[in-house]
């Protein structure tokens, strides 16, 4: 009769030989895709409802092997996924699932334990702590924002759910602690930019402020970032009029142009009418990592809270978005409420963090540890060239809109995004063919972009960020916009040959 050990295991779970097995080949796997990566379409090509019709039933009665599903991946999945890995990937903001984060997740996985509490998970509570705080400083950021300074970090699913927290952080503090017990007053205000990313009207309707609660400050003139002096007189009209201002979100590198609001000046205004300031640097905080672009973080020492993701620039695979704050009360003032099977010794002292009371979810993950893997294999020195090659990229892609007649940049270059549109003077037809231009890329397979649209005029953005994205992609990427370019209007291209070039906003 087997040991009771190994009977349990064959009964519940993979015995440690066949995880083994089965392990070294979905590695196999994940290798061998991410290598032929480069020769696929980027874009599948599927319509909605063609991934079920290809599906056989999901929910086997008895056990099938493993390896089945490894064939599904092939037979189905592969075809019909987006690649985001791809190094032609230029959508959205790419997603940095480095092969060594993986691991880290592997590891996280193979504990399996739950966050919590500090007491229910000792070492993922202290590595995550220990993490935050070194980042931090390896960023840039005021020591304040430290567990050592009286503020500190924590490790969010994501940029949307610490804007989130950070919220209702705002609302406890705005409300001297009255919100917590009383809800919200219908006087709440939220101020953002135009271009402030959608997490923040999503967050305002979450806390149930309603969208009303919704303040556009208006920009700096000519540009798209906020004005601070725009911002001061709005606080001070809404707190006349018996409103209450709650949270002002200026955006280090917004969503669709990457453009960077003032934060100093910001942040100067609003201490002034004491809001909460929570900076939203998803996309562009990470690059302070390298000495020369720390300027990214000026006047954020002065905030109150500041986010940023590793999981779309620096090498960690989703969901790793970095959050801080300067006073580690903040988040656990608004979001602790300690049912009695929670209780215990640790959390009583008050000595210990309890991650469960900096984010909705009471569960979570060891998410350190795949920020941690990644530091591990690429070091901070791999994570600055990683973001210098595509900032270094993206300038001379900007180069070459620049200098090609019938092209212009829609907007400034910001760090790694390049946004474009064609221009041949007739705005309307440009639209389109920016339009089709983009579409003609995208079906073709070989890059994916995404759009934007700035100054009410269709633009394409072109964020480069992908793990393996070299200096090859950009060339065959800019030649295919070129001859799809002049291909697409026949009849302008002389025109689009000799254009007044026009220097747009850039
Ligand atoms: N903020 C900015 C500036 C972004 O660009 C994004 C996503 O692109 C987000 C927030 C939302 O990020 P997440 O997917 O982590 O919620």
């Keep these: 009769m087997p040991a009771a050990g190994i009977e349990k295991a064959h009964m519940t779970d993979l015995a440690p030989e066949e995880f ?23 874009r599948p090509d599927v319509l909605p409802g063609g991934v079920r019709a290809q599906l056989g039933t999901l929910l086997p009665e008895d056990p099938v092997p493993l390896e089945l599903l490894l064939s599904e991946m092939d037979r189905v999945v592969v075809p019909t996924t987006l690649h985001w890995q791809h190094p032609r990937f230029f959508g959205y903001f790419p997603a940095n699932a480095s092969l060594a984060s993986l691991l880290g997740d592997l590891l996280s996985g193979g504990l399996g334990g739950q966050g919590m509490l500090w007491s229910t998970a000792p070492a993922g509570t202290e590595v995550e702590q220990a993490l935050l705080d070194e980042f931090a400083a390896a960023l840039g950021l005021d020591a304040g924002f430290t567990f050592a300074g009286g503020g500190g970090g924590t490790i969010a699913d994501s940029a949307s759910s610490a804007a989130l927290v950070v919220l209702l952080a705002a609302l406890q503090r705005s409300s001297e602690g009255r919100w917590r017990d009383e809800g919200v007053t219908g006087r709440e205000r939220v101020y953002v930019t135009a ?41 001070a009209a809404d707190a006349a009029a018996g409103l209450r201002p709650v949270l002002v979100c200026p955006t280090v590198g917004t969503t669709g142009t990457g453009a960077i609001d003032p934060v100093g000046a910001v942040t100067e205004v609003a201490r002034r009418h004491d809001v909460w300031v929570h900076v939203d640097a998803a996309w562009a905080g990470v690059a302070a990592l390298c000495p020369e672009y720390r300027w990214l973080l000026d006047g954020v020492a002065e905030a109150n809270s500041f986010c940023t993701n590793p999981h779309k620039w620096a090498l960690t695979a989703f969901d790793t978005s970095l959050l801080w704050v300067r006073d580690a009360t903040a988040l656990p003032a608004a979001l602790s409420i300690t049912p009695e099977y929670l209780r215990n010794p640790a959390s009583d002292s008050g000595e210990v963090v309890d991650y469960r009371d900096w984010q909705v979810s ?26 210098r090659r595509h900032v270094r990229l993206a300038g001379a892609l900007a180069d070459r809109i620049s200098a090609e007649p019938g092209f212009v940049l829609a907007a400034p270059r910001s760090l790694a995004l390049v946004c474009l549109r064609l221009d041949t003077g007739d705005p309307q037809a440009d639209d389109r063919a920016t339009r089709e231009l983009l579409e003609a890329v995208n079906d073709s397979g070989r890059a994916f972009l995404t759009h934007t649209v700035v100054d009410g005029r269709y633009a394409i953005r072109i964020a480069i960020g992908g793990i393996t994205t070299g200096e090859d992609d950009l060339d065959a990427l800019w030649e295919q916009m070129r001859d799809t370019a002049r291909a697409l209007r026949p009849g302008a291209a002389t025109h689009l040959g000799s254009a007044r070039k026009s220097t747009g906003r850039g």
Excluded: C, N
């Design 362 to 387: 009471l569960g979570r993950r060891f998410r350190a540890l795949k920020l941690w893997a990644a530091l591990h294999v690429h070091g901070l020195s791999g994570l600055r060239a990683h973001l």
């Design 20 to 42: 083994r097995r089965l392990g070294y080949a979905v590695v196999d796997w994940v290798a061998a895709y991410r290598a032929e990566l480069p020769d696929r379409p980027v």
């Design 195 to 235: 271009e402030t990313h959608s997490s923040l009207a999503k967050a305002v309707r979450v806390a149930g402020l309603g969208g009303r609660a919704i303040r556009v400050v208006e920009p700096v003139p000519g540009s798209v970032t906020m004005s601070a002096e725009a911002l001061d007189q709005m606080l």
